[in-house]
């Protein structure tokens, strides 16, 4: 069975959001540490698809996690602003490779494609505890939201790829 087939991009990203919203939302790890995983529909959106239409989808995914976790559109938010860094972010990790039609980030070195994620997660969650605090008086607390679930949702994310990535023979 292929698992490239257009058809399997809405799958994952259903279940992304589903799991991220029954389950890793739910975690308390440390009690204070809930890894955000969806991130990773960053890493699995075709890079050669229309930029505009994945910025919609990044709000459209948002706004589902926002009514299922009650977040006050902060997941919509962040999405949108990681869909639109997303080329920039490749840019600066992938270089003009990721320009070219053919690219995809799986392809991509192994050393590349954790940077990207890592850069990614980073960005995703210093952008959300900065929302969520909405203040600068608690940006130590920002920062140490964003390392210490960031670290989490790095590892989880790692182990999601793993799993969602096709098999090679």
């Excluded at 799958?11 to 739910?26: E, G, M, N, P, R």
Aim: net charge positive; with cysteine; aromatic share 18%.
């Amino acid at each position: 069975m292929n698992r490239e087939l257009p058809i399997y991009l809405p799958i994952k990203v259903i279940l992304l959001i589903l799991i991220q919203a029954f389950i890793f939302s739910k975690m308390a790890l440390f009690g204070f540490i809930s890894p955000m995983i969806y991130i990773i529909l960053l890493y699995i959106y075709p890079t050669h698809k229309n930029r505009s239409l994945w910025i919609t989808w990044g709000f459209l995914f948002g706004l589902c996690l926002d009514i299922l976790l009650d977040t006050l559109a902060l997941h919509a938010t962040v999405l949108v602003f990681m869909a639109y860094l997303r080329p920039k972010v490749m840019r600066v990790i992938f270089g003009l490779n990721f320009e070219q039609k053919s690219f995809r980030i799986q392809q991509a070195p192994i050393a590349q494609r954790y940077a990207f994620i890592a850069t990614a997660v980073f960005l995703h969650h210093l952008i959300y505890f900065s929302l969520e605090a909405f203040s600068w008086s608690k940006w130590m607390l920002v920062l140490e939201k964003t390392f210490t679930t960031g670290l989490f949702s790095f590892i989880f994310s790692l182990l999601l790829i793993t799993l969602l990535s096709p098999k090679k023979k």
